[in-house]
């Protein structure tokens, strides 16, 4: 079984600040990772995905993360923070190969102070 | 382009009373999928569907029943309201590849309230 844990359920960053929110997770078999954000009242969209083609992945919004198996984790980094960027951001993970579910973490919520 | 479309967007329900919650999705998707999501708990996966026709369970699937008549439409029943299913509820859908290999659109949510 695959699982993924969030460290942090509330995260604050200054307007212009490194944003790092971070993200363990536990599977026995190669993983495909995800980070989706959801915005107020509105359903998640993904952000960025790991499917071993590159451990450093770049999403949208200039958010970026790097899978690091000695680790197992799959932090989500942005240089400099926006106001845009408060949501909450949720880190999940899937088994590779064939049709499977994709188990979400508990979520972290960023707040970016002006 | 309206994606994944949920209704109701909002439901206060008594204890006992049934209802059902209605996506369509418009982009020929072939899989949908319903979540909660309850504080500090993220999204957990109630049930599933690979096809029309088709359901599976998925992490918490007792309480409820779905139905996928129709490719464009995943039905999500409570046949008798608890309050423990006061939540939000999301539907979602992906293409072929399914959650894995292709990424999942999200409806905005119903917000249910059991009382």
């Known amino acids: 079984a695959q699982s993924v844990t969030q460290l942090g359920s509330h995260v604050s960053v200054s307007e212009g600040a490194l944003v790092l929110l971070r993200c363990n997770y536990s599977?026995?078999?190669?993983?495909?990772l995800f980070w989706y954000v959801q915005y107020p009242n509105q359903g998640l969209q993904l952000l960025l995905k790991?499917?071993?083609?590159?451990?450093l992945v770049k999403g949208i919004n200039g958010f970026e993360a790097e899978f690091k198996k000695s680790e197992t984790s799959f932090h989500l980094t942005k240089p400099s923070a926006h106001m845009s960027d408060a949501a909450e951001y949720f880190c999940?993970?899937?088994?590779?190969?064939?049709?499977?579910?994709?188990?979400f973490g508990t979520g972290t919520k960023l707040q970016v102070i002006p | 382009n309206a994606g994944v479309t949920q209704t109701p967007k909002f439901r206060v329900l008594k204890t006992g009373q049934s209802m059902t919650l209605l996506c369509a999705q418009d982009?020929?998707?072939?899989?949908m999928y319903w979540y909660r999501q309850d504080p500090g708990m993220g999204l957990r996966l109630i049930h599933y569907?690979?096809?029309?026709?088709?359901?599976a369970k998925g992490e918490v699937p007792d309480g409820y029943n779905v139905s996928r008549l129709k490719k464009q439409n995943f039905l999500l029943g409570l046949e008798s309201a608890a309050p423990s299913q006061t939540s939000v509820y999301f539907c979602?859908?992906?293409?072929?590849?399914?959650?894995?290999?292709?990424?999942?659109?999200f409806g905005s949510g119903t917000q249910l309230s059991v009382l």
């Open positions: 979602a859908s992906s293409g072929l590849g399914g959650a894995t290999n292709e990424k999942l659109f």
């Open positions: 599977s026995s078999v190669p993983p495909y």
């Open positions: 790991y499917t071993s083609a590159a451990t």
């Open positions: 999940a993970v899937s088994a590779s190969g064939g049709y499977q579910k994709v188990t």
């Open positions: 982009m020929n998707h072939e899989y």
């Open positions: 569907s690979v096809g029309e026709g088709t359901t």
